[in-house]
């Protein structure tokens, strides 16, 4: 039978998360920017945390796809520009006018290959401080890889902001970016993120060794 924690009390939008399937590798987080309020529990998370640094804060930077959503919201929310992280190939400009983080391998490289992301290079300068955020952090990969991007520019990345960063222990990417940068990521519980994996390979009919159950 599948026992599904308790959300913590503070922060019930993660309820919004649909964890029924996790068809192609991943949750379907549409519906989770679809129910009202979700959005803006997360956005005054992220707010919350950052209140202390925001004032010096120049720009958020958001990810493609959905960490558009979670960056334009900050944007409007706190009145600092959205600088959006496009998918590779999607920026009309040419290669001297855009930046990219060059090819990186992914939670999904097995069904999509590589992928990059690219920045507008006027969008940013030496000594910016920005706030990254996305809506999920898996491995860790695309986040690090736009982190290294901006320092690589001479950006200062004082903050990440996520629904979910991976567990300890799950992505040396991931516990990277939880030790080495100010994070907030409102799903990052050890044991809750334990149980949904283990509800998401019984769903999946995976067989565990015993010592490896969580
Ligand atoms: O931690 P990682 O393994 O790097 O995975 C996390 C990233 O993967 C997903 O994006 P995806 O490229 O699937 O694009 P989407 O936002 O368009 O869904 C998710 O939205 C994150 O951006
Ligand atoms: N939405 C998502 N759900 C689960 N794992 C993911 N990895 C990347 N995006 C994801």
């Given at each position: 039978m599948t026992t599904t924690p308790p959300d913590p009390p503070h922060r019930p939008y993660l309820g919004a998360i649909d964890r029924t399937d996790r068809k192609k590798g991943r949750y379907e987080l549409t519906s989770f920017f679809a129910t009202p309020g979700a959005l803006d529990g997360l956005l005054c998370d992220i707010v919350g945390h950052f209140s202390g640094k925001l004032p010096r804060v120049d720009a958020i930077v958001g990810l493609d796809a959905l960490g558009f959503v979670v960056a334009g919201g900050l944007s409007a929310l706190t009145g600092k520009p959205a600088i959006l992280a496009r998918k590779g190939g999607k920026l009309a400009l040419a290669d001297e006018d855009?930046?990219?983080?060059?090819?990186?391998?992914?939670?999904?490289?097995?069904?999509?290959?590589?992928?990059?992301?690219?920045?507008?290079?006027?969008?940013?300068?030496?000594?910016?401080?920005?706030?990254?955020?996305?809506?999920?952090?898996?491995?860790?990969?695309?986040?690090?890889?736009?982190?290294?991007?901006?320092?690589?520019?001479?950006?200062?990345?004082?903050?990440?902001?996520?629904?979910?960063?991976?567990?300890?222990?799950?992505?040396?990417?991931?516990?990277?970016?939880?030790?080495?940068?100010?994070?907030?990521?409102?799903?990052?519980?050890?044991?809750?993120?334990?149980?949904?994996?283990?509800?998401?390979?019984?769903?999946?009919?995976?067989?565990?060794?015993?010592?490896?159950?969580?």
């Open positions: 855009k930046a990219s983080t060059g090819a990186f391998a992914d939670y999904a490289v097995g069904r999509e290959g590589a992928k990059a992301l690219e920045i507008r290079r006027d969008l940013v300068r030496q000594g910016m401080r920005v706030i990254v955020v996305d809506e999920w952090i898996d491995t860790g990969t695309q986040m690090t890889a736009v982190v290294r991007l901006l320092e690589s520019l001479g950006t200062e990345v004082v903050g990440i902001g996520t629904l979910h960063l991976s567990r300890s222990g799950r992505s040396a990417a991931a516990d990277a970016l939880w030790r080495d940068y100010d994070v907030f990521a409102a799903n990052r519980s050890d044991e809750v993120q334990a149980q949904y994996e283990k509800e998401d390979e019984d769903r999946a009919g995976v067989t565990r060794p015993a010592s490896s159950a969580a």
